[in-house]
């Protein structure tokens, strides 16, 4: 396969290209894409999050989470990547880690529960 593919191209355009491979459900193809443009804008949320996402689809778990921790290292705040990191350890069966995260994710958008 000619992977030179999957890095042609502006960020921009490669950005767009991840984004459409994600939207038709290839994680793999996504995957590809965006692990060369997070390499080259690492300070950049969007892109590493979306990989983290592919990984999870695609059920590399280990992968994701590692993604997914560097997110959440530098942005303790970010809700969505502490409920993709919950959501991830519960996959691999380390509920009482994930259920830290997902509390966390729920408490950040403003879900308390009752009582």
Do not use: K, N
Not at 50 to 76: F, G, M, N, T
């Amino acid at each position: 396969m000619d992977t030179t593919y999957y890095g042609r191209g502006t960020p921009a355009e490669r950005w767009e290209r991840a984004q459409l491979f994600y939207a038709a459900r290839d994680y793999a193809a996504a995957a590809r894409v965006l692990g060369g443009l997070v390499e080259e804008v690492p300070e950049q949320t969007g892109p590493r999050l979306l990989l983290a996402r592919a990984y999870y689809h695609s059920a590399q778990l280990h992968r994701a989470e590692h993604e997914l921790r560097l997110i959440v290292e530098r942005d303790p705040v970010e809700h969505y990547a502490r409920l993709m990191l919950g959501r991830t350890l519960q996959r691999q069966g380390r509920h009482d880690e994930a259920r830290t995260h997902l509390r966390v994710a729920a408490a950040l958008a403003g879900d308390f529960g009752e009582g």
